[in-house]
């Protein structure tokens, strides 16, 4: 075999071996280049949600009524005041209730 054929079909398997890399290396690139060409949009999201987030977090301190973790305490305490008053309705319901007798199976 000719030596220039030796040659030649080494550099063409050089270059395939390359191209794998190399396609990698330019995907990483365009990567980049898009990621950097959105960051002013990908810095106004992040703003936008620092400040959603900030509203989640005022709602869930109590501060004195207006809050949303307020209101559950207020509802917790009245679903404890209903439950208590109910159980004293109940009670007096028993008390002025006269037991039945059951009837003789006899």
Not at 3 to 15: E, H, K, N, Q
Not at 24 to 34: D, K, M, N, Q, V
Not at 41 to 69: D, F, H, M, W, Y
């Amino acid at each position: 075999m000719n030596p220039a054929w030796i040659g030649a079909i080494g550099s063409l398997i050089a270059v395939i071996a390359a191209v794998k890399p190399l396609r990698w290396a330019f995907r990483l690139i365009i990567g980049t280049h898009e990621f950097i060409a959105e960051w002013p949009k990908i810095r106004g999201a992040i703003a936008e949600l620092r400040q959603e987030v900030s509203v989640i977090k005022a709602e869930t301190q109590p501060n004195g009524g207006s809050s949303l973790r307020d209101v559950l305490h207020r509802t917790a305490a009245d679903v404890t005041d209903i439950k208590t008053e109910q159980a004293r309705l109940r009670a007096q319901m028993q008390d002025c209730t006269p037991e039945r007798k059951k009837p003789d199976a006899g």
